[in-house]
Protein backbone atom coordinates (compact mmCIF):
# COMPACT_ATOMS: atom_id res chain seq x y z
CA UNK A 1 0.00 0.00 0.00
CA UNK A 2 1.06 3.13 -1.12
CA UNK A 3 0.80 6.26 1.81
CA UNK A 4 0.40 10.12 0.60
CA UNK A 5 0.79 13.29 2.90
CA UNK A 6 -1.58 16.08 1.52
CA UNK A 7 -2.03 19.60 3.41
CA UNK A 8 -5.63 19.31 4.54
CA UNK A 9 -5.93 23.31 3.18
CA UNK A 10 -4.96 21.47 -0.47
CA UNK A 11 -8.14 19.32 -0.31
CA UNK A 12 -11.62 20.75 -1.44
CA UNK A 13 -14.94 19.42 -0.31
CA UNK A 14 -15.17 16.62 -3.07
CA UNK A 15 -11.94 15.19 -2.13
CA UNK A 16 -13.46 14.57 1.37
CA UNK A 17 -16.24 12.93 0.00
CA UNK A 18 -14.58 10.42 -2.21
CA UNK A 19 -11.97 9.71 1.10
CA UNK A 20 -14.81 8.92 3.51
CA UNK A 21 -16.56 6.38 0.45
CA UNK A 22 -13.19 5.02 0.57
CA UNK A 23 -12.76 4.57 3.97
CA UNK A 24 -16.28 3.30 4.56
CA UNK A 25 -15.50 0.48 1.38
CA UNK A 26 -12.17 -0.32 3.38
CA UNK A 27 -10.34 0.77 0.32
CA UNK A 28 -8.23 3.42 2.08
CA UNK A 29 -7.33 3.89 5.39
CA UNK A 30 -6.31 8.40 6.53
CA UNK A 31 -5.31 10.16 9.86
CA UNK A 32 -5.58 13.79 10.68
CA UNK A 33 -2.33 14.68 12.40
CA UNK A 34 -2.46 18.33 13.82
CA UNK A 35 0.57 20.14 15.58
CA UNK A 36 -0.41 22.49 17.94
CA UNK A 37 0.63 23.54 21.59
CA UNK A 38 -2.84 22.84 22.83
CA UNK A 39 -4.92 19.58 22.76
CA UNK A 40 -7.46 19.80 20.02
CA UNK A 41 -9.97 18.86 19.87
CA UNK A 42 -10.65 18.40 23.30
CA UNK A 43 -12.57 15.59 22.60
CA UNK A 44 -14.10 13.98 19.48
CA UNK A 45 -17.85 12.04 20.16
CA UNK A 46 -18.98 9.35 18.04
CA UNK A 47 -22.24 11.02 17.15
CA UNK A 48 -23.91 14.44 18.89
CA UNK A 49 -26.17 12.50 21.00
CA UNK A 50 -23.75 9.87 22.35
CA UNK A 51 -21.43 12.22 25.14
CA UNK A 52 -20.37 8.77 27.01
CA UNK A 53 -18.61 7.53 23.66
CA UNK A 54 -15.79 9.00 22.57
CA UNK A 55 -12.96 8.25 19.72
CA UNK A 56 -9.68 7.18 20.60
CA UNK A 57 -6.81 9.90 20.01
CA UNK A 58 -2.99 9.23 20.73
CA UNK A 59 -0.54 11.93 21.02
CA UNK A 60 2.67 11.77 19.04
CA UNK A 61 5.84 13.28 20.13
Same mark, same amino acid.
Given at each position: ???????????? @???????? $? #??????????????? @???????? $? #????????????????
Amino acid at each position: MTMWRYQLLDLS @EQHFRQLR $L #LIKLNRAEAYVIVKT @EKPWPPEI $L #LHPRQHTTKIARDAIN
